[in-house]
């Protein structure tokens, strides 16, 4: 069973270039959700899609967009990289609302 | 909008011994759902366990247990016998039941340190 699937594990990036990370899970999740990760300060959500169709901004949304490209797809760009986008980055997904979140390996993103 | 707290950056605990992790969150609302997430140096995110807010009885999975006490909005987790492969990052989590899309919002975590 793959799960959650994130793609890249490392990336390091300038200043300034864009990326997009991609995520997909292959358990028919309704729900997806991109997090960062950094010390001290836990996960914090940066953008979620609720449904297929649908996306909404979390805590901390600037510097990025996302796009829920199928049920199954929900990437996360980063249009010119700045060094405080150096983090963790984890996308999770979840069936529906009575179930824990089910997460990728994380990426790990330098931007220099 | 929630907010989780653990105010325990680092814990350690003997090989064999009990250690509580604490976790203490905000929220107005009366149905959500708790949870305790384990993060090993391979970075993946590990269920734990979980609490529904609407159960009395705490949770119990084998060696970790939970203490939930909803009026003081407090849900620390109890690691029993403590095992090396234990050593992890905890993150205690609320899930909102009542906003779109039921995010999980996540505390600082909780660095425990297995000592042999």
């Known amino acids: 069973n793959a799960g959650v699937t994130q793609t890249p594990k490392f990336q390091v990036l300038k200043t300034g270039q864009s990326m997009t990370l991609q995520c997909a899970q292959d358990?028919?999740?309704?729900?997806m959700y991109w997090y960062r990760q950094d010390p001290g300060m836990g996960l914090r959500l940066i953008y979620y899609?609720?449904?297929?169709?649908?996306?909404d901004k979390g805590e901390v949304p600037n510097g990025y967009n996302v796009s829920r490209l199928n049920k199954r797809e929900f990437s996360l760009r980063l249009e010119s990289a700045a060094p405080s986008q150096t983090s963790v980055y984890f996308c999770?997904?979840?069936?529906?609302?009575?179930?824990?979140?089910?997460f990728g390996q994380g990426t790990r993103l330098t931007v220099v | 909008a929630q907010t989780v707290t653990q105010s325990q950056p680092e814990m350690s605990v003997q090989e064999a011994e009990t250690v509580t992790l604490s976790c203490t969150y905000d929220?107005?609302?009366?149905?959500?759902?708790l949870f305790w997430y384990k993060q090993p140096p391979s970075r993946q995110m590990i269920l734990v366990i979980r609490?529904?807010?609407?159960?009395?009885q705490n949770a119990t999975e084998n060696r970790f247990s939970v203490n939930f006490q909803k009026a003081a909005k407090s849900f620390s987790l109890k690691i029993s016998d403590s095992q090396l492969g234990d050593a992890a990052m905890y993150f205690c989590a609320y899930r909102s039941l009542e906003t779109s899309g039921s995010r999980l919002t996540f505390g600082e975590g909780t660095q425990l340190t297995v000592n042999p």
């Open positions: 899609s609720a449904s297929e169709g649908t996306t």
């Open positions: 358990m028919n999740h309704n729900s």
């Open positions: 929220t107005s609302e009366s149905d959500y759902y």
């Open positions: 609490q529904e807010a609407y159960k009395q």
């Open positions: 999770a997904s979840s069936p529906r609302v009575y179930t824990e979140a089910f």
